[in-house]
């Protein structure tokens, strides 16, 4: 007898991939094993990804963060050209460690990566607001909204949307949006941190916030494999496909020891046979 996850994990990345669907699946480089390295790219090819998304790292190192370094940003862009998979979107996760709503530095470390967003050819920059940086006060939205404000000239000139991933309900994120004033600033949502930590209902989050507020999305759940939590897949992705939404949903799941790729293939087949359907 074969395994439903046995057959999943069997799937040939290259016919996954020829499917073509409408929504795109793409992997996080740090649930690769390898943020902030560009032996990502052709790992997240390999398994049969439609894109990679890309995290800037959180070691400054003269100023700056570690991937902001003109050869470095070449390498990536040279592998993606190679291995003919896009870097599908970025991550400021320094503001893991030094928050937005801190102002100071952090605004500096979005405005970098504003620009090497652009130079990696990615339209969407994940702003994380997580834990101790977390806006749960209005005050702490306002703020950060206004920062946003400013911050959102600069991404409107270089072509870049900012993607708020946070703890935040649906509502709360659309006034901080309003108060941003620029659709340039839009939401990145997580369907494992809408459950898990805001305990959102994420099917009616998705379909309120509608494809104009919505940049990107990442699919997870708190097992290595989706399908076997809380989350209910089917409704989330038949919300995904009422909103007409076609961008990038990034997996953001985990792996158990040793069997990175083999776990990878297997959600990856999870999401594209939901998809099919």
């Not at 708020?164 to 709360?172: D, F, G, Q």
């Not at 659309?174 to 004033?181: D, K, Q, T, V």
């Not at 989050?205 to 290595?224: A, S």
């Not at 076609?246 to 990856?268: H, V």
Request: hydrophobic share 40%; net charge positive; glycine share 10%.
């Amino acid at each position: 007898m074969i395994s439903r996850r046995g057959l999943l994990a069997g799937c040939a990345a290259p016919l996954l991939r020829a499917a073509a669907p409408k929504l795109r699946i793409g992997i996080t480089d740090w649930n690769l094993k390898l943020g902030a390295n560009p032996d990502a790219v052709p790992l997240a090819a390999r398994l049969g990804f439609d894109g990679v998304q890309v995290s800037f790292g959180r070691k400054i190192a003269d100023g700056k963060l570690p991937l902001d370094d003109a050869a470095l940003l070449a390498r990536y862009r040279a592998l993606a050209s190679e291995h003919r998979i896009p870097i599908d979107g970025t991550c400021v996760d320094m503001l893991h460690t030094d928050g937005l709503k801190n102002g100071g530095p952090a605004v500096r470390w979005v405005s970098d990566s504003i620009r090497m967003t652009r130079t990696l050819g990615s339209e969407v920059l994940l702003l994380p607001f997580f834990g101790k940086q977390a806006t749960r006060t209005q005050a702490e939205m306002d703020y950060v909204a206004d920062a946003l404000r400013e911050l959102a000239v600069e991404a409107r000139s270089a072509g870049v949307v900012l993607g708020l991933e946070n703890e935040n309900s649906a509502e709360e994120n659309a006034r901080m949006m309003e108060r941003a004033g620029s659709a340039n600033v839009r939401v990145y949502y997580d369907v494992g941190n809408s459950t898990n930590i805001g305990r959102y209902d994420v099917a009616r989050e998705i379909r309120w916030l509608g494809r104009d507020r919505i940049c990107q999305i990442h699919l997870k759940d708190k097992p290595v494999f989706l399908g076997e939590g809380k989350i209910r897949f089917g409704e989330v992705m038949a919300a995904i496909r009422a909103i007409g939404f076609t961008g990038y949903a990034n997996l953001e799941t985990e792996s158990r020891p040793g069997m990175l790729e083999e776990d990878m293939r297997t959600n990856l087949a999870y999401v594209r046979q939901l998809e099919a359907r």
